[in-house]
């Protein structure tokens, strides 16, 4: 099973608490203050998007739930299910 994290980095306040639960996942940008998805796509509409393995899911779960704006969501690729 593969997820996908999909950020919709232009509503991000920047609170760093994504970046403070999963270092290895989200990283604060020096430019902007937003959170960044480390080594992902961003797309013309402002969402950054990275595939994960399953055994990545459950820390990018946690970051997601520290999200105070809720702008951190993860998919099932396949299904399209999102689970947050
Ligand atoms: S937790 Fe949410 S609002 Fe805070 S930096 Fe991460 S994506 Fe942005």
């Known amino acids: 099973m593969t997820y996908k994290i999909r950020h919709d ?3 991000c306040i920047g609170c760093t608490a994504c970046a403070a639960i999963c ?3 989200w990283e604060m940008s020096s430019e902007d203050g937003k959170s960044d998805v480390v080594g992902s796509v961003l797309g013309s509409d ?3 998007e990275l595939e994960i393995s399953e ?3 459950p820390k990018n779960m ?3 739930g520290v999200c105070p704006v809720n702008v951190i969501h ?3 690729i396949g299904s399209g299910e999102q689970l947050i």
Request: aromatic fraction near 16%.
């Open 9 to 11: 980095r232009s509503n």
């Open 23 to 25: 270092p290895q996942f």
């Open 46 to 48: 402002g969402w950054e």
């Open 55 to 57: 055994a990545d899911f």
């Open 62 to 64: 946690d970051a997601a």
């Open 74 to 76: 993860l998919m099932k």
